[in-house]
């Protein structure tokens, strides 16, 4: 793999974000690490739009090419959200963001009013919009989640997929079947492992999980930037560094 197409979300800083430390003083860090794509979470932001563009200029000068997760669905009881979606990807714009990840949401299939009115929107955008597999039953499931970007394939609706390769333990799917059904619509990765326990589920660094992670990569389109999305305790850059170059040997 090369080193540009690895991202890194800020959920890999979570210690240091539930300490309140801004998402703004974690991009250098990433930078030194000589990596270019850093992922930033809506969570985690603070003050709208000072956030945004105090990012944006950091990353600039860095050379950090920005993504952008946004923690809703497109539609909410059947209902595209389209003032919330106006609104987040407006966020990305001035984030200078050129990909944004939704979850699917409570999606029940389109009227003509909810598809003319998302085609405009998606008009108005110039990056990448994508949904991601959750960790819910309502929109984390393949056959939620194929159903959905095939209808936007079949509409032209500029909608792709970012393929999580951990959540799917969430909703007791496995990644490498689902990686092989979902592949044509793949547009971003997200990558950690998963270790089931009797308490449930929770996200393990690489190789510390049951997920056969480098097979699951191996079924989806060479080439995709790919997310390190999990929490790497106390000491992140230090953890950074050895999943890196487990990437890096790919």
Avoid at 5 to 13: D, L, P
Avoid at 64 to 73: N, T
Avoid at 74 to 100: H, I, N, S, T, W
Avoid at 218 to 228: E, M, Y
Wanted: include cysteine; aromatic fraction near 8%; charge should be negative.
């Amino acid at each position: 793999m090369n080193r540009e197409q690895i991202v890194v979300n800020t959920i890999v800083f979570l210690n240091e974000l539930a300490g309140g430390k801004p998402q703004v003083e974690l991009l250098e860090g990433i930078h030194l690490l000589g990596l270019t794509k850093v992922e930033i979470r809506r969570e985690y932001l603070r003050v709208f739009p000072d956030d945004l563009l105090q990012i944006k200029s950091a990353a600039q000068a860095r050379q950090l090419e920005v993504f952008y997760s946004v923690p809703d669905g497109l539609f909410k009881q059947g209902e595209l959200q389209d003032r919330e979606l106006e609104q987040y990807l407006a966020e990305a714009d001035r984030l200078g963001a050129k990909l944004v990840k939704f979850s699917v949401g409570e999606f029940n299939g389109f009227s003509v009013e909810s598809l003319t009115k998302l085609k405009q929107i998606l008009a108005e955008f110039a990056g990448i919009v994508t949904v991601e597999n959750d960790q819910t039953k309502q929109s984390g499931t393949m056959k939620t989640n194929r159903k959905f970007l095939r209808v936007c394939q079949e509409n032209d609706l500029r909608i792709y997929g970012t393929f999580d390769v951990g959540n799917w333990y969430w909703v007791g799917e496995d990644p490498l079947t689902n990686a092989l059904e979902l592949k044509s619509f793949t547009r971003y990765i997200h990558l950690k492992d998963a270790v089931c326990e009797n308490s449930g589920v929770r996200a393990a660094s690489l190789d510390q999980g049951s997920i056969a992670w480098r097979q699951v990569l191996q079924n989806l389109p060479s080439g995709l930037p790919v997310a390190l999305e999990y929490p790497c305790g106390d000491r992140p850059l230090e953890a950074l560094q050895e999943e890196l170059s487990k990437l890096l040997e790919l």
